[in-house]
């Protein structure tokens, strides 16, 4: 009798303990695994324009990076292996010859990427073909106007180009006819190339915009952009060696 109670009890914490198993097993087959989301790196990029880069002019670095779980980014560049700055996009103006921008993308988790771009920039030769320049004076209906000499009284002729914030302006002195002002006119920039520097040129600012003032006899010429002195020289320089082309 005491056997069977034995064997009784025995069947009973197996079929406890089964059950229990079995409702264990159970529930690790409803309750689904939570994992934590992957958190994605940025895609660092950016484009250069312009995109044939000249020595005289500056160079546009626009920062197009994206992230794709949108995470908010910090940025460095790195120009010719040297640190340039943390902003957003950048801007430089580099010498002629092979260069190296890197862009380093890094979000707010750690990851980062980066994006690297080599190029040439080429030198900038005063004789060469700038679209955005008015070549024929017809297109800007050039005249010569006659105005009173303040210093002396005498005739003088004003000319003048311009197409944007680009102008070229000129008056001949003490010339009597138009003839003879635009002789005078086609004499100076007739000269050969290359052509010697200007010795007597001088430069002031006026509502943002910067003059480059020279003469050539009793030729004044005055050019303005608003921009910078160096573009300011250049566009006086190519216009010269453009209008040499101009009948």
């Given at each position: 009798?005491?056997?069977?109670?034995?064997?009784?009890?025995?069947?009973?914490?197996?079929?406890?303990?089964?059950?229990?198993?079995?409702e264990?097993?159970?529930?690790?087959?409803?309750?689904?695994?939570?994992?934590?989301?992957?958190?994605?790196?940025?895609?660092a990029?950016?484009?250069?324009?312009?995109?044939?880069?000249?020595?005289?002019?500056?160079?546009?670095?626009?920062?197009?990076?994206?992230?794709?779980?949108?995470?908010?980014l910090?940025?460095?560049?790195?120009?010719?292996?040297?640190?340039?700055?943390?902003?957003?996009?950048?801007?430089?103006?580099?010498?002629?010859?092979?260069?190296?921008?890197?862009?380093?993308a890094?979000?707010?988790?750690?990851?980062?990427?980066?994006?690297?771009?080599?190029?040439?920039?080429?030198?900038?030769?005063?004789?060469?073909?700038?679209?955005?320049?008015?070549?024929?004076?017809?297109?800007?209906?050039?005249?010569?106007?006659?105005?009173?000499?303040?210093?002396?009284?005498?005739?003088?002729?004003?000319?003048?180009f311009?197409?944007?914030?680009?102008?070229?302006?000129c008056?001949?002195?003490?010339?009597?006819?138009?003839?003879?002002?635009?002789?005078?006119?086609?004499?100076?920039?007739?000269?050969?190339?290359?052509?010697?520097?200007?010795?007597?040129?001088?430069?002031?600012?006026?509502?943002?915009?910067?003059?480059?003032?020279?003469?050539?006899?009793?030729?004044?010429?005055?050019?303005?952009?608003?921009?910078?002195?160096?573009?300011?020289?250049?566009?006086?320089?190519?216009?010269?060696?453009?209008?040499?082309?101009?009948?």
């Amino acid at each position: 009798m005491r056997r069977n109670k034995l064997v009784y009890l025995l069947i009973v914490i197996i079929l406890v303990f089964s059950i229990g198993c079995e409702e264990k097993k159970q529930n690790e087959t409803t309750i689904p695994h939570t994992s934590s989301p992957t958190n994605h790196p940025p895609v660092a990029k950016f484009t250069i324009y312009p995109e044939k880069p000249r020595d005289a002019e500056r160079i546009m670095f626009q920062n197009r990076s994206t992230d794709p779980d949108n995470d908010p980014l910090r940025f460095k560049w790195y120009i010719d292996g040297k640190y340039d700055c943390s902003c957003f996009s950048t801007s430089e103006k580099l010498s002629e010859g092979e260069h190296t921008v890197k862009l380093v993308a890094t979000d707010d988790k750690g990851n980062e990427d980066e994006y690297v771009l080599k190029f040439y920039v080429s030198e900038t030769f005063i004789d060469e073909d700038v679209s955005e320049l008015v070549l024929k004076r017809e297109d800007v209906g050039m005249a010569w106007i006659p105005v009173m000499n303040e210093y002396s009284g005498e005739n003088a002729y004003r000319t003048a180009f311009e197409n944007g914030d680009k102008r070229i302006e000129c008056v001949v002195e003490k010339y009597d006819t138009v003839e003879e002002a635009e002789n005078r006119f086609k004499e100076y920039f007739a000269r050969p190339l290359p052509y010697p520097p200007i010795g007597n040129e001088s430069t002031y600012t006026e509502n943002d915009y910067i003059d480059v003032i020279f003469r050539y006899g009793n030729l004044i010429c005055k050019v303005s952009m608003n921009t910078t002195l160096e573009d300011a020289i250049l566009y006086a320089k190519t216009l010269e060696a453009k209008l040499n082309q101009v009948s």
